[in-house]
Nanobody
């Protein structure tokens, strides 16, 4: 069993930065692929980034070069550093956990956090 709690969301101006954190509890954290998804109002949940236990990373094209996913297995925490934020990045951001295979399909993720809102003003 893995429980996830996100933090770090907020209001930021376009061009600014935020760092999201996801604290995980569960003894198998370091064997899990961790992902970040986001859901904007009226839109479907969208894959943002994922990182395997061996720190292989994968990003959606729209955030490449601006967002960085990382993890600290000793702290059971995964991070999403978001730079050069744009108004279209506005969404609720969710942390999720799955098995050892990196995937961008939300159907493959077994555990989810409650989400943290990010608002980017123009």
């Amino acid at each position: 069993q893995v429980q996830l709690v996100e933090s770090g969301g907020g209001l930021v101006q376009a061009g600014g930065s935020l760092r999201l954190s996801c604290a995980a509890s569960g003894r198998t954290f370091r064997f899990n692929t961790m992902g970040w998804f986001r859901q904007a109002p009226g839109k479907e949940r969208e894959f943002v980034a994922a990182i395997s236990w061996s720190e292989t990373t994968h990003y959606v094209d729209s955030v490449k070069g601006r967002f960085t996913i990382s993890r600290d297995n000793a702290k059971n925490t995964v991070y999403l550093q978001m730079n050069s934020l744009k108004p279209e990045d506005t969404a609720v951001y969710y942390c999720a956990a799955t098995g050892p295979v990196v995937t961008e399909r939300y159907e493959d993720y077994d555990y989810w956090g409650q989400g943290t809102p990010v608002t980017v003003s123009s």
